[in-house]
Every structure is written in C-alpha cells, then in structure tokens.
C-alpha cells in the first residue's frame, strides 16, 4: 500500500481489549501514528475499532495532556488504588496461553491522507 507504509507497530494486550501503537509514513515521506483500540464484538463476529490519527505537530501536546490526565487519576481521585494489579493480572493470563487477538485485518485507514493539521486528528470508525 503505497503512501501509508507502516514502518514501526506495538500491541498492549489489556484483558478485552487490543491497542495497537502504528507508526505510518505518508506519501511526502513524513510520519503520524495511528493508535487503534480494538474490542471483539459481542456476537463473536469480527472486531470494533476506535482510532486515532496523531500527527508529529501535536506529540508533545499530546502526551503532556496523556500524562497529566494520569497523573490526575491516580493521585487525586484514586490515589489507594493498586494500579499494579492489572499488570500481575495480563502477566499469569498471558503465561496460561490466553488473551492472543489472531484476527487482524480491516485495520488499513480510511480516512484520507492530509499533509497539515492545526488539531489533533480522530476518526472514529463503526
């Protein structure tokens, strides 16, 4: 697919969930990430995706805001909360076989390519 190679992909396992972290380079050479939460549908028939287009001009907005929304959670609405726990938790399933998402296709981009963006970018796909 010419003009949105993916160059770099990471995958969180996260119990239902599947989040995809997608480097992707454009047709000008340049690169954006696309992050996909991935939920299998209820009646076991292909997958619900939600995704994000971040492009380079809003990283550090981006996660600046990422990381004090966060922060906020965790320190000041629920600080006694052990956030470890999910952790430990994908750790033993992981270890007993389960929680592998197969089904990956349908995750090419349907939205059209754009050189600028002055915001951060989201597509939201039914």
């Known amino acids: 697919m010419q003009g949105r190679d993916e160059v770099y992909s990471e995958k969180i396992r996260a119990g239902k969930r599947t989040y995809f972290f997608d480097v992707r380079s ?7 990430i696309t992050i996909t939460e991935s939920k299998r549908r209820f ?3 292909g997958y619900d995706k939600h995704k994000i287009f971040l492009y380079k001009e809003d990283f550090n907005k981006f996660l600046a805001s990422l ?3 966060i922060d ?4 000041e609405l629920m600080p ?5 726990e999910f952790d430990r938790k994908d750790r033993n399933y992981d270890s ?3 929680g592998e ?3 990956t296709e349908g ?16 597509s939201w796909e039914e």
């Open 67 to 69: 990381n004090q929304t």
């Open 96 to 98: 007993e076989g389960g």
């Open 43 to 45: 009646n076991g028939r």
């Open 101 to 103: 998402q197969t089904e």
């Open 107 to 122: 995750f090419e981009s349907t939205t059209e390519e754009t050189e600028e963006s002055e915001t951060l970018s989201t």
């Open 26 to 32: 454009t047709r000008s050479n340049d690169y954006y």
């Open 80 to 84: 006694e909360y052990d956030y470890e």
């Open 72 to 75: 906020h959670v965790k320190t």
